[in-house]
């Protein structure tokens, strides 16, 4: 089992996927990684999801950054989305695509690029399922 799923929606969303890892291993919390367009890997991504063992979701996506709310729409575990940088926007179409999900599909979200807020937001959460709160 393991405690993090870092999905990211493609191979440029690696820097920030790189925070979230640095940070989860230096907490010593198991995580594997994965990178699944919500756009051209929807079947993947949804048997991906559907037999995945974590605890949590960690989603990396940019632009239209659908990639966080497709996987809360087919979990009940926890899903924190990581809005990335880039295009005429900067990032901000990503976060506010993140942020803005329907009623019954939530999604926390982290500030542009910061991987490191999620690993640690992903952190708390499981030390509620793990009973470590202090």
Known sequence: MVDVSIICGSDSDSAVAQKVRDTLKNNAISFEDRVLSAHRDPEELDIYVKKSDASVFICIAGLSAALP??????????????????????????????????????????????????????????????????
Request: with cysteine; proline share 6%; charged share 15%.
């Open 69 to 134: 709310g497709v996987v809360a729409a087919k979990t009940m575990r926890p899903v924190i989305g990581v809005p990335v940088s880039g295009g005429v926007l900067g990032g901000l179409d990503a976060l506010l695509s993140i942020v803005q999900m329907p009623k019954g599909v939530p999604v926390a979200c982290v500030g542009i690029d910061n991987g490191q807020n999620a690993a640690l937001l992903a952190i708390r959460i499981l030390s509620l399922e793990k009973g470590t709160r202090d």
